[in-house]
């Protein structure tokens, strides 16, 4: 791992991403502010993917996040979608999240909404007013989209994935309205077309943004979905993708039940994954002069690891061990601060 934060697999990804049209980060160029001025920090808890009505022990993991963000004092938590559906069984879990002692945002997810329920069903369960919307925190900017429009035309296949015209329309005058340092927030990455559709409509308004405001003001966007720890930097916005606090899916051909007969029977989806020992999630610290600090997590797959079952693996540098998959890794992005 290189001073930055990026593994030597994340530096050739975005090399190779170099060479097809994107843009090798400026992270490797740090901008600080002039000296003397004040820095202002803001610090929150993220996660992604928790997955209540998929894996068997979502509470207790939820516990130790709450728990540790409470002790480290962040001054909010985000969870990045994929979470729990609006079932009245899922009280207690939602119980746990809301107490966190300030205050905790939601990401609509695709899953979310599984079992025919709708996204303002799921968002009143979660005590959530709106399906995307923005905030400050000290000086900070911060915007949670919907990924879940629906496309009316020429849609692909499979659940929706999309940022309708009201609410892209929306953002515009979100961004334009502020002059903070503005991060995003989605479940599907706004990186590539197998998350959002209009995934380049959505960044080129982050960067005409960027472009009217004469200076970097969108600065990162966070997103779940893939279960995967990745960044990729396009025009100077970062886009991280944060794993899932809870396992790898695997899916119907590579299906193991690796727990006890009422455990399988009470989550009849936990093995078509394979789990992660212990949960991931993150510590983002923002900083004024140009710092995007992220404290990740790791753990290891609970055994059979997927190469045992057969499934293809993510392409590791050689020498890696195929636990290495199993994290959110520590980074130090960085971004402009020059106005």
């Known amino acids: 791992m290189d001073k930055t934060g990026l593994t030597r ?51 207790k993991r939820l516990k130790i996040f709450i728990d540790t963000m409470n002790k480290q004092k962040v001054d909010f938590i985000v969870q990045l979608g994929d979470f729990c559906r609006p079932y009245p069984a899922n009280l207690d879990f939602l119980a746990i999240w809301k107490q966190f002692a300030g205050p905790g945002y939601h990401v609509l997810g695709n899953h979310d909404m599984d079992g025919g329920f709708t996204r303002e069903q799921t968002l009143k369960f979660w005590g959530t007013k709106k399906k995307y919307y923005s905030f400050d925190t000290d000086g900070f900017h911060f915007v949670v989209l919907d990924g879940n ?115 399988e029977k009470a989550h009849p989806w936990v093995s078509y994954t394979v789990p992660y020992k212990d949960l991931l999630f993150a510590i983002v610290t923002l900083a004024s002069d140009g710092i995007l600090k992220i404290d990740g997590t790791k753990s290891q797959f609970i055994p059979p690891m997927p190469s045992e079952l057969g499934c293809p693996t993510d392409s590791l540098d050689p020498g890696e061990d195929e636990n290495d998959a199993v994290r959110i890794s520590d980074r130090e992005l960085f971004f402009s601060t020059a106005r």
């Not at 992270?27 to 820095?39: D, M, S, W, Y």
């Not at 991280?240 to 899916?249: E, F, G, L, T, V």
Request: with cysteine; aromatic share 10%; hydrophobic share 40%.
């Open 9 to 59: 697999r994340d530096i050739l990804k975005m090399a190779g991403a170099g060479a097809s049209g994107f843009l090798i980060p400026s992270i490797l160029r740090p901008c600080f502010a002039r000296p003397g001025k004040r820095r202002k920090k803001v610090r929150f808890g993220i996660c992604a993917d928790v997955h209540k009505d998929i894996i068997h022990d979502a509470d």
């Open 149 to 263: 429009d629906v496309k009316k035309e020429n849609r692909a296949p499979g659940y929706p994935r999309f940022i309708g015209a009201e609410q892209l329309d929306w953002l515009k005058a979100d961004l334009e309205s502020t002059d903070n340092f503005t991060f995003l927030f989605s479940h599907q990455s706004l990186e590539n077309a197998q998350s959002i559709e209009n995934n380049a409509e959505v960044r080129a308004a982050l960067e005409d943004a960027n472009k009217a405001a004469g200076f970097q003001k969108v600065v990162a966007s966070f997103s779940g979905h893939h279960h995967i720890d990745f960044v990729k930097t396009i025009d100077n916005i970062h886009y991280i993708q944060i794993n899932s606090m809870s396992y790898k899916w695997v899916g119907e051909k590579y299906r193991h039940a690796r727990f006890s007969p009422e455990i």
